[in-house]
């Protein structure tokens, strides 16, 4: 008889990714108490009657802290993780984070600190790691179909509408280190036992910089890792406002001794133009009439289910905790190890000199 272990949820971060969370584990079986805060307590009190939650505040202590929880998810905005993630911990809570898991690594390296000090379980949403296509990819790696990988290759394009909407909320958020990043950790993932030494990158700007925000528009680098596989990762987030991906389309190719994979991503198998307009998720007063379905990162609605990489991810994280089934999302020391590549294409980039890790604190 498998031991089911009763959840009581704190969501920190009443936003889009917060509301799909706390959607998903208010259905969860073995989830019998939710809480939410929000730095806008009227957002928290609005999510906490949508779901159905026992409490809500304006101060994410007040949730956290609750006897009945005794696990939090930090959905806040990119910069705000650190100090709920801190407070959780503290509080001997089991923690999911969204990506980043920090915005520096002085930041992280308090949060791993503190997940260590207290053998803390603590796992970072890459979701990606929970899209179909590359949960199938990864367990053709462990099956050895594609011998031993000497090189990859991911790049993702979306419009600059998505990226002006994270640089506004938190100009250190930039495509690469807020979106990029799920290929990073994608490739570390799948290239898991090897690490990055050396990064080499290069940027353009263009329109991000017109507006205002001191980033490129186009970001390609080169990673090296310690066995010798070499990656090539690039983003642009400054497509044209109307281009039709509403998330990531992305490609992502895995080269092997004995294999190879190409991942198509880009869902442009996936056409959908209406006149009457689709509301973009980012832009409240924004609608585009062509859309690659299916391009938005959390998943989708269909017949009033949430569908795709956040629920799948969202239930695997519980099923963890009420279960004990092992789950695939990063840990702290992972999370940390791609945030550091991030920053480190960003010091390459504006420096034009490649960049070895690990980076000096
Ligand atoms: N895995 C995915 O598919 C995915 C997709 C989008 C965003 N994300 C990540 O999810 C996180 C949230 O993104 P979002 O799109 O939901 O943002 P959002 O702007 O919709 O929501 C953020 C919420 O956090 C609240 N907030 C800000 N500071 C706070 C604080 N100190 N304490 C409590 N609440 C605070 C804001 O009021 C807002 O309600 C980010 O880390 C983002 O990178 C993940």
Known sequence: MIERKSLGIAVVGAGRIGSLRARLAAEYPAVNFIAVSDADPARARDLAREVGAQFHSGDNLAAISRPEVNAVIVAASEGEHALPVMQALEQGRSVLVEKPLALTLAEADRIIAAVEKRKANLRVGYSRRYKDRYLIAKEQVIQGRVGKIVGAAARVYNSRSQAFAMLKRNPGATPVVDALTYYVDLLNWLLEGAHVTEVFARGQKGVLKAAGHDTDDVSWAILTYSDGTIASLGVSYALPEKYPALGHAARVEVLGTEGV??????????????????PHVYLPDHSVNMVFLQSGTPGDWALGEFLGPIANETRAWLDHLALGKPCNLATAPEARRTLEITLAIEQSAKSLKPVALPLAK
């Open 261 to 278: 994979m190409i991942l198509d991503d880009d869902h442009t198998d996936q056409l959908m133009y209406t006149e009457k307009g689709v």
